[in-house]
């Protein structure tokens, strides 16, 4: 087959341990997974069933890249998260065979254009130019299941500038991973190469140019970019 132009490359984020790489199919985020974090944004935890949106795959960065402040926006925020990166997909998977679904895990950044996410919540409109602009979705190295296993718990934290702005951990999870990947799964046929963006803890907060952002997941990675 010849196309009208050159196909896009696949998006792709490197193996711990591996020459390979990890194609990426769709990402997956998951809104107020954590009750700190829902209530920060004013919203009850307790009564409220998982929600997810997307952002596209093209807009990965790796770990040690450029974040370039986007456009449009007075007020980008951070978001740390554990990634799941799924490595066979399905449609309604139960909870007892999700983890048999996944390749492995990462952490990533959930970068969000917060006051035109705000926007689009109170006009009832999608929050697509909120979350899914060019590089909001920073991410580590895959590091493969079979070598750390599923974890459950583990110290989440990010720093900017050398200062600790979320410090958390896994295991608060308002829906853990078999859960999450189960209820997604009814809403979307999972693939191989899909990353779940699990949620965030309390702690969002704001970046500006010139700002350098670590962070990680205890057991799993770290992930490093400099906002240009």
């Given at each position: 087959?010849?196309y009208?132009?050159d196909?896009?490359s696949?998006?792709a984020l490197?193996?711990?341990?591996?020459?390979?790489l990890?194609p990426?199919?769709?990402?997956y985020?998951v809104?107020?997974?954590?009750?700190d974090h829902?209530?920060?944004?004013g919203?009850d935890?307790d009564?409220?069933?998982?929600f997810?949106f997307?952002?596209?795959?093209?807009?990965?960065?790796?770990s040690?890249?450029?974040?370039?402040?986007p456009?449009?926006?007075?007020n980008v925020?951070?978001?740390?998260?554990?990634v799941?990166?799924?490595?066979?997909?399905?449609k309604?998977?139960s909870?007892?065979?999700a983890?048999d679904?996944v390749f492995?895990?990462?952490a990533g950044?959930?970068m969000?254009?917060?006051?035109?996410q705000?926007a689009?919540?109170?006009?009832?409109?999608?929050?697509?130019?909120?979350?899914?602009?060019?590089?909001s979705?920073p991410?580590?190295?895959?590091?493969p299941?079979?070598?750390?296993?599923?974890?459950s718990?583990?110290r989440l934290?990010i720093e900017?500038n050398?200062?600790?702005?979320?410090?958390?951990?896994?295991?608060q999870?308002?829906w853990?991973i078999?859960?999450t990947i189960?209820?997604?799964?009814?809403?979307f046929?999972l693939s191989a190469g899909d990353?779940?963006?699990?949620?965030t803890p309390a702690?969002?907060?704001?970046?500006?140019?010139?700002?350098?952002i670590k962070?990680?997941?205890?057991?799993i990675?770290e992930i490093r970019?400099?906002?240009?």
């Open positions: 087959m010849t009208v132009f196909a896009p696949v998006p490197p193996i711990r341990g591996s020459d390979k990890y990426v199919h769709r990402i985020c809104g107020r997974n954590y009750a829902a209530r920060e944004m919203h935890p009564r409220e069933p998982p997810f997307q952002k596209n795959p093209d807009t990965i960065v790796q040690g890249g450029d974040f370039p402040y456009d449009k926006s007075e925020h951070y978001e740390m998260e554990l799941v990166a799924l490595g066979k997909g399905g309604d998977i909870r007892n065979q983890l679904h492995g895990y990462a950044l959930d969000t254009r917060r006051d035109l705000g689009a919540k109170k006009t009832g409109r999608p929050w697509e130019i909120g979350k899914a602009f060019d590089f979705a991410c580590s190295e895959i590091v299941a079979v070598n750390i296993g599923h974890p718990k583990g934290w900017v050398g200062e600790i702005r979320q410090d958390s951990n896994i295991d999870l308002i853990d078999p859960e189960s209820y997604l799964s009814g809403l046929t990353l779940i963006y699990t949620g702690g969002v907060g704001a970046i500006v140019r010139g700002d350098q962070g990680g997941v205890e057991g990675g970019i400099s906002v240009t």
